[in-house]
């Protein structure tokens, strides 16, 4: 089993247990539940990434939101322990580091949980883990963010399966031995197909859903993933589209690929 390393999660997944006396914002996770707050989290944010309507902010949150969530599934994977996320013990803070908002996840004191030894017993911690994060920690925090935006909650959880498909393909290259590697893959695919809509708050798994690949914008021999859902970026700055997002045509692309 590797070992916990503070510094890492903090760096990789932005999980600290030290508050910023520089924040712009920072507040309990349970009371960014209620909409007053989370509106005024939102109306903060929003100028910061010059964004023109609030549904951009709403998605921007949600990819932030993450980092802590696939430091879940690294430690639990990686580390085989958890560290437990719940909205009374958890504050987000927003903070400007080297000119781009940023958030923390801050944990002042981390509960650590470690996994059964035994297969059978750690297959049914691994699903506990996931409903406990997934359904009372984070469904909250994105039902709020949805009222407050305007998005539809599914769009936010949209957020999160192509960043998970990049950053599991990254644990797996990252770590060693084999035996890890696979346990990233398995644990990824109980994530993926084993956990029903609820577990969300939705009627699917947010996470099921069909990889589409495309040329890579500066290397024709390489492919990247197309993104799951528009992230709307194209409602900040200069009101331009990713090279990635789904909503835009090949023939777009191709001439993106021409400029590049």
């Known amino acids: 089993m590797l ?22 914002f920072s507040m309990k996770a349970r009371d960014l539940v209620d909409p007053r707050h989370m509106n005024e989290l939102v109306q903060i944010y929003a100028p910061l990434i010059k964004a ?19 430091g879940l599934l690294y430690m639990i994977s990686v580390w085989n322990r958890a560290l437990t996320m719940r909205l009374d013990n958890m504050t987000i803070e927003l903070f400007y580091e080297e000119d781009y908002p940023q958030f923390a996840f801050v944990i002042p ?3 650590i949980v470690e996994a059964p030894t035994s297969e059978a017993a750690r297959a049914i911690w691994l699903k506990e883990c996931y409903r406990a994060y997934f359904q009372d920690f984070l469904h909250p925090l994105l039902t709020t963010l949805a009222e407050v935006t305007g998005n539809p909650e599914a769009m936010l959880w949209g957020q999160f399966p192509t960043k998970f498909n990049y950053h599991t393909d990254a644990f797996v290259a990252l770590v060693e031995p084999d035996s890890i590697k696979q346990q990233v893959k398995a644990d990824y695919d109980v994530l993926c197909n084993q956990l029903e809509g609820e577990s969300f708050g939705l009627q699917k798994n947010p996470f099921r859903v069909r990889v589409r690949w495309i040329e890579d914008m500066r290397d024709p021999q390489a ?37 590049a």
């Not at 023109?52 to 993450?66: D, F, K, P, R, V």
């Not at 993104?227 to 789904?246: A, F, H, I, V």
Request: with cysteine; net charge positive; charged share 30%.
């Open 223 to 259: 492919k990247v993933r197309l993104k799951n859902q528009c992230c709307l970026y194209y409602k900040t700055g200069e009101q331009k589209y990713c090279y990635t997002c789904p909503r835009i045509k090949e023939e777009e692309r191709a001439l993106m690929r021409i400029r």
């Open 52 to 70: 023109h309507e609030l549904t951009a902010a709403g998605t921007y949150i949600s990819g932030w939101l993450t980092s802590p969530s696939l």
């Open 3 to 24: 070992e916990w390393d503070d510094d890492f999660i903090a760096q990789r997944f932005d999980l600290t247990s030290k508050t910023r006396p520089n924040a712009l």
């Open 109 to 111: 004191t981390y509960e």
